[in-house]
């Protein structure tokens, strides 16, 4: 009888590590994978390690599933399990539509993946930072969703009271992040944002609060076009650019 019972709880660890960790990143469900990394200053890039704090289903029938990534004690000497570096709450809504909602609550950048359904390789990524703590990445069960006909690559220039240039990458589902170099600050900023089915563009670069927000929109040769200003600094202009090659 303690034999058998041995071999229950060894074979019943064996299932929750093989279903929660499956090479890199982590399956939260049988086709839902996500992974963290953390750009640490100590030593670089780290896999985070991801605590499954839960899952609850609403009296809808919606699911939830939340928890949090952290920094190993075995890469960094801050990591620990109770020290969440990034919160995670992933929406599965009736209607079929998948939010995976990553929060960065830490210092260094950390780079978020996400894939579904899993077939190893990540369909979205994107980079939480403390000046943009939120990503967020869609999927729709079934198939359901349609892919956004603007997903690529984009460069261009903006012009105004401040001048540089941006390179943005659209995914599947209209989600907009990037980077923007300030000739007049000589800074790089993040940049982050959707693009709508329709063309419509809304980003924001740098700080929510203090950055600059970009409006405009996108036509079916590629070419983006639109105006930006900066409430906080007074400044604004215009932008213009077009799907990489």
């Not at 049988?30 to 899952?55: H, Q, R």
């Not at 699911?63 to 920094?71: D, E, H, P, Q, R």
């Not at 729709?140 to 990458?169: K, L, M, V």
Request: proline share 2%; with cysteine.
């Amino acid at each position: 009888m303690k034999t058998k019972f041995t071999a229950l709880v060894i074979m019943f660890f064996s299932l929750v590590i093989s279903s929660s960790v499956f090479a890199e990143g982590y399956l939260v469900t049988s086709d839902l994978w996500i992974k963290a990394v953390i750009n640490t200053v100590e030593k670089g890039p780290v896999d985070a390690v991801f605590y499954n704090g839960g899952e609850k289903t609403t009296s809808r029938g919606d699911k939830v599933i939340w928890g949090y990534f952290y920094a190993s004690p075995d890469d960094v000497s801050w990591g620990d399990q109770g020290n969440p570096d990034l919160y995670v709450k992933i929406w599965f809504d009736v209607s079929g539509r998948i939010d995976v909602n990553y929060f960065h609550v830490s210092v260094p950048d950390i780079d978020v993946y996400s894939d579904y359904p899993y077939d190893g390789a990540y369909d979205q990524c994107g980079t939480t930072t403390m000046d943009y703590r939120y990503v967020r990445h869609e999927y729709w069960q079934n198939g359901d969703g349609s892919t956004n006909e603007f997903a690529g690559q984009y460069t261009g220039t903006f012009s105004g009271d401040d001048y540089g240039t941006f390179s943005i990458a659209v995914d599947s589902q209209g989600n907009i992040s990037g980077t923007a170099w300030s000739n007049r600050y000589q800074e790089q900023y993040y940049i982050s944002g959707t693009i709508s089915s329709s063309g419509q563009i809304y980003m924001v670069a740098g700080n929510v609060d203090t950055g600059a927000t970009f409006r405009g929109s996108a036509d079916s040769s590629g070419n983006v076009q639109g105006t930006w200003e900066n409430p906080y600094d007074g400044d604004s202009g215009v932008f213009s650019g077009a799907e990489d090659g």
